[in-house]
Each structure stands twice: as structure tokens, then as C-alpha cells.
């Protein structure tokens, strides 16, 4: 399995790939989560819907968005598992949290951790992913 590598860049005027199955499917689970459900016209499932699942249930961030996510996990990674979701509320800007989510494969001990740093509502930037 050959993947784009994330964050996209271009060596040698070619872009950068990677064989490593950690860094493809870190990769693949940053851009789901970073991705609300319908953005994508020909993967209208694919994503998160982070933003209506906070309307719907109020403020209740620290339930919403873990909620969300393993719904995200055992739809488009069901052979992984989330195993610790953070949401870490920034201090400067409190309409934005980043969320730390470690997940593993369900046959291995190791872990892997992305985080995805996303605009609550009233804010104008919806998403914006930064891998670790």
C-alpha cells in the first residue's frame, strides 16, 4: 500500500509518498476527521458531522464529539478502534478545541495519534487538520 504523504509535500519535483501503514491510515483518519459528512460529493458519507452533532445536543462538547468520532471510526475503520479521545479547549480562541483521538489496530498493542483542530460554531473557519 503506497499513500500521499501527509502533510502534503513535494520532494525532488514529485509528492512525497510513503509505504508506511502507520503514516497512510494516520493520515486517512486525520482527513475523515477533518472532513464534515456531505463535503465530499462522491463520498457523501465520509467524514464527521462534528458541527450538527454539537448543535443538536447543546453544549455538551466532552460527549458530542466522542460520540461523533467512534460513529466515524466503526463506519470507515472498522478494523481499528479509538481507544482515547481528548479535547483539549484552547484558552486564546475558545470557539476552537483541538481533538487528540489515539486509536489502534484491534490486533495490536500499538497506537497511533492525530490530532484534528476544528472552528466550534460562530466561527467563519470550519476546519483546518494538522497531523502529529
Known sequence: MI????????TGGSIATTSNP?????SQVTFCLGTMI?????RPTWGV???NTVHSIGADL?????EAI??????HFPDYEPREIEIIRRVDNPAYVDIDVK???YDSDIDMLVRVGTQLPDGTEIYANEGL
Open 3 to 10: 499513500g500521499v504523504k501527509f502533510p502534503f509535500t513535494i
Open 22 to 26: 502507520a503514516e497512510i491510515i494516520g
Open 38 to 42: 456531505g463535503e465530499r460529493l462522491m
Open 49 to 51: 458531522d462534528i458541527i
Open 62 to 66: 466532552d460527549v458530542a464529539l466522542p
Open 70 to 75: 467512534r460513529n466515524a471510526f466503526s463506519t
Open 103 to 105: 486509536f489502534g489496530h
